[in-house]
């Protein structure tokens, strides 16, 4: 069992910027895809971003040239950069992994979730 802590969310002016980290408890998720998703208030779940242990990633086109989602596997920790936020990107973070090491759009196909780190941007 492999268990997600995020920190790193707090309240930011638009234009500003935050970096989120997850951190997994077992070194064996040091081979598994990890992903971003967040969920605003009355919205469904939605993909941000995701990465193998590879370093192969892919993004939402929402946040395409403003997020960047990186890894060390020595630390077992998976990174979003987060610049030019908007007021429209206010929603709690969740980290997920998946034991495939396929970076899956759908959160279904993720095995393990943290419990959400809240991310407010004013405008």
């Known amino acids: 069992q492999v268990q997600l802590v995020e920190s790193g969310g707090g309240l930011v002016q638009a234009g500003g910027s935050l970096r989120l980290s997850c951190a997994a408890s077992l070194r064996t998720a040091s081979v598994y895809a990890m992903g971003w998703f967040r969920q605003a208030p009355g919205k469904e779940r939605e993909f941000v971003a995701a990465?193998?242990?590879?370093?192969?990633?892919r993004s939402a086109v929402s946040v395409r040239g403003r997020f960047t989602i990186s890894r060390e596997n020595a630390k077992n920790t998976v990174y979003l950069q987060m610049n030019s936020l908007k007021p429209e990107d206010t929603a709690i973070y969740y980290c997920?992994?998946?034991?495939?090491?396929?970076?899956?759009?759908?959160?279904?196909?993720?095995?393990?979730w943290g419990q959400g780190t809240q991310v407010t941007v004013s405008s």
């Open positions: 997920a992994a998946n034991r495939n090491d396929l970076v899956w759009i759908d959160g279904h196909r993720y095995d393990y």
């Open positions: 990465i193998n242990s590879g370093g192969g990633s």
